[in-house]
Each structure stands twice: as C-alpha cells, then as structure tokens.
C-alpha cells in the first residue's frame, strides 16, 4: 500500500488550495482515508477523514473551512482547504484505516499506512 501525498505550497491567509493523496495498493471503498497535520513542535493532529460509504468527520477548528472527498476510479482522497489561515500552515500526511472495524478517526495509531507529507505555509 502507498500513498502519495501532493498540493501543498505556500499562500496568503485566505487563500485556498487542494491536497491530493493518491493512493495505490489499498481500494478506498474498503476502508478510510485521513488527513492529519503536525506543526514545528506540536503533536500531529486529525484534520479530516473520509470512510465508506462517504461518512466525514472534521476537526473543529477545520469545520466550514475544509471538505474532504474521493474519487474512488482514480483513487485519490482530496482536501479542499478554504479561508486558510497561519495557524493551517504544517506538513499535512494522509493515512489509510484498513477495513471497515469501528475506529477513532483523529487517532494516528489507528491508521495501518502513511503517505510522506507536503508542507502548507499560510503567510499572514
């Protein structure tokens, strides 16, 4: 199983952009796909997560700004981030839940694969 994490950059508070986690080896109907983020010094921490059949959860402090979504032919998850502001900005990973077994979504343990991340800097 692979993951291939891509869209990152650099922007200014308010911006938008769009992650693509392209995945291989694992088929996205069969378990989930997240999103977690770790900032210089602080512990990595769930931004989203999408599961079958489509159910989505939302940090808090992401809700009405970000939306997750699939597209299961090409098999990549995607994370549309809106209103982006400095305190977004940190390596963004996605990772796969392998199965369809209950599990906590904003937990990294609960997660079998990992992609290598990409960097968002908001800059104010």
């Known amino acids: 199983v692979q993951l291939q994490a891509s869209g990152g950059g650099v922007v200014q508070t308010g911006d938008s952009l769009r992650l693509s986690c392209a995945v291989s080896?694992?088929?996205?109907?069969?378990?989930?796909v997240a999103w977690f983020r770790q900032a210089p010094g602080k512990e990595r921490e769930g931004v989203s997560s999408i599961s079958s059949p489509g159910r989505t959860y939302y940090a808090e402090f992401v809700k009405d700004r970000f939306t997750i979504s699939r597209d299961e032919v090409k098999s990549i998850v995607y994370l549309q981030m809106d209103s982006l502001k400095p305190e977004d900005s940190a390596v963004y990973y996605c990772?796969?839940?392998?199965?369809?077994?209950?599990?906590?979504?904003?937990?990294?343990?609960?997660?079998?694969?990992w992609g290598q991340g990409t960097l968002v800097t908001v800059s104010s």
């Open positions: 080896g694992f088929t996205l109907s069969d378990g989930a």
């Open positions: 990772a796969a839940h392998e199965g369809r077994r209950p599990y906590l979504w904003g937990l990294p343990v609960e997660y079998d694969y």
